[in-house]
Nanobody
Framework: VQLQASGGGLVQAGGSLRLSCAASRRIYSSGVVGWFRQAPGKEREFVAAIRWGSGIRYYEDSVRGRFTISKDSAKNTVYLQMNNLKPDDAAVYYC???????????????WGQGTLVTVSS
């Protein structure tokens, strides 16, 4: 499967962006789709994930309450709505898909190409 991430851009602190991750084929109900981010000089870190079948969502503590992950099954697409963005949120955001939920990269088998989010203070 191929994943296509999009929606990044430049936004002022306090602003919002919505990222999209479109899969090239139907996502099975057992699948998990997650978002990770990597800032310059830092390791890639978990942001959020959603179980495709149940819709159960997971968030990293620093984004909980500001970011919302959702899915559109008909479009095989996952969204990450990011509100009240902070300069620390600036990074390249990657979507990924796997068969088991996890907060490490090893849990995900397929990765999108990344989309850049820049937050100005």
């Amino acid at each position: 499967v191929q994943l296509q991430a999009s929606g990044g851009g430049l936004v002022q602190a306090g602003g919002s962006l919505r990222l999209s991750c479109a899969a090239s084929r139907r996502i099975y109900s057992s699948g998990v789709v997650g978002w990770f981010r990597q800032a310059p000089g830092k390791e890639r870190e978990f942001v959020a994930a959603i179980r495709w079948g149940s819709g159960i969502r997971y968030y990293e503590d620093s984004v909980r309450g500001r970011f919302t992950i959702s899915k559109d099954s008909a479009k095989n697409t996952v969204y990450l709505q990011m509100n009240n963005l902070k300069p620390d949120d600036a990074a390249v955001y990657y979507c990924a898909m796997g068969s088991e939920y996890g907060t490490t990269q090893a849990s995900y088998n397929y990765w999108g190409q990344g989309t850049l989010v820049t937050v100005s203070s």
